[in-house]
């Protein structure tokens, strides 16, 4: 979700530059995960057995917690439930931050050779870290800095830790069936509900918002996290497809690297009809061209 809390245009550089954080900060805990051999499969069908069909439910599946999710946040705040809204918010993403940490400090320390001496130190640092990280990003006495830096922080291990858990196909099919969704949400559905009682009633706020937020512009976490996914993850592939590990590192690079220039410039164009729209579905554009850039680039691999 893109939104346009006021009037004034959105400078484009401003406006690009959560998403250039989030992938700076996505990218190398990705490369952590290529290092580390890291291979489990996140998803509760496996790709292996089923092929495109499995990844398909996969896709499905992943979907409907964040549609029921948006739900039950549009329903808590109509009905005046925001403080259970938040002790959720709180637990979800305290566990989240916790989990997280110790995912990418386990892969340092298994890169080292140091996971099983590190073991409990790495679990009470993730402990610390996760608890302050979440507070940060919910507590009411953060400033607008320090939640928007926890919020990056959060789009980035949640973007790169699907990069590398998901398989393929459920990858691609995840971002593409999101970005329907998204568009949904934001025209008809839950997203445009909940900013229209917000703006009717100066009274009622968000518990939680889950924005980066400027001055008079918002982008969601869910667009951060998942223009890192799709990053993360055509970097990951850079080093599984054949074809590309032919070509040693420009094979992997530079597929990588058009799919984030196609998620960039969908964020400008974007950005820019938001001279048009105070509020904007942020995934469909972005991800839709970061594929088709990423595709067009695995052509001309395959060809040469």
């Known amino acids: 979700m893109l939104y346009l809390t006021s009037e004034i245009t959105v400078k484009t550089e401003h406006a690009l530059r959560p998403i250039f954080i989030t992938l700076a900060i996505a990218i190398p805990l990705a490369i952590i995960g290529i290092m580390s051999g890291f ?32 739900t039950l946040v549009y329903f808590a705040i109509k009905y005046g439930k925001e403080r259970v809204l938040k002790l959720f ?13 110790f995912f990418y400090l386990y892969l340092v320390a298994a890169i080292l050779w140091l996971a099983d001496f590190y073991f409990y130190i790495i679990i009470v640092i993730s402990i610390a870290a996760g608890c302050l990280l979440g507070y940060a990003l919910l507590s009411e006495k953060s400033s607008d800095t320090t939640r928007n830096v926890a919020l990056l ?28 969704y998204d568009i949904i949400a934001v025209f008809k559905g839950p997203i445009k509900k909940i900013i229209e ?32 996914m799709l990053s993360c993850h055509t970097l990951l592939l850079g080093f599984e497809i054949d ?27 974007t950005f ?13 554009i972005s991800i839709g061209l970061g594929i088709l850039f990423y595709v067009l680039s695995l052509l001309v691999f395959w060809l040469i």
């Open 39 to 70: 291979s489990v499969e996140g998803a509760p069908f496996s790709e292996a057995e089923g092929g495109v069909f499995y990844a398909f439910l996969n896709a499905l599946f992943y979907t409907l917690f964040a549609v029921i999710g948006v």
């Open 243 to 269: 074809f590309l590990v032919e070509h040693g590192l420009v094979g992997a690079v530079i597929p990588f690297v058009c799919t984030v220039i196609g998620i960039v410039i969908g964020a400008m164009l």
């Open 89 to 101: 918010f709180v637990i979800c993403f305290g566990f989240m931050g916790i989990f997280l940490i």
């Open 197 to 228: 009682m917000t703006e009717a009633d100066e009274d009622r706020n968000l518990p939680v918002d889950m924005t980066y937020t400027d001055r008079n512009w918002e982008i969601g976490l869910g667009d951060l996290a998942f223009y890192s």
């Open 272 to 284: 820019r009809l938001l001279r048009k729209r105070e509020l904007l579905p942020g995934l469909p």
């Open 153 to 180: 922080l959060y789009g980035a291990f949640i973007g790169a830790f699907l990069g590398i858990v998901l398989p393929t196909w459920t990858a691609f099919l995840l971002v593409g069936i999101l970005s329907i």
